[in-house]
């Protein structure tokens, strides 16, 4: 619970102060988690029927939907795994 109010929190603030593409910088070299890895972890926060994958602005952003049934937009850091943005579609 505390997790997703965080998360929520962080998907308001932090669109406002950076990018994705500046929120998922990664250094050479490093070693990126993999697609399912992604799944896993937006499947973790409460998101289902994640349907896509891809690389976006640098995170790895997982299209499925929301508790609430709505589309949404999932941006995850491609190494630490983090939640950095939620978008609704």
């Known amino acids: ?46 998101y289902s029927d994640i349907r896509k994958v891809e690389p976006e602005d640098g995170c790895l952003e997982a299209k499925g939907m929301n508790r609430d049934g709505k589309k949404v937009e999932v941006y995850v850091h491609p190494v630490s795994g983090d939640i950095v943005k939620i978008k609704l579609e």
Do not use: H, N, T, Y
């Open 1 to 46: 619970m505390l997790r997703m109010i965080a998360v929520a929190a962080l998907a308001v603030i932090f669109p406002l102060a950076a990018s994705a593409e500046e929120l998922c910088e990664v250094a050479d070299g490093a070693s990126l988690i993999s697609e399912e890895k992604v799944r896993q972890i937006a499947a973790a926060a409460g």
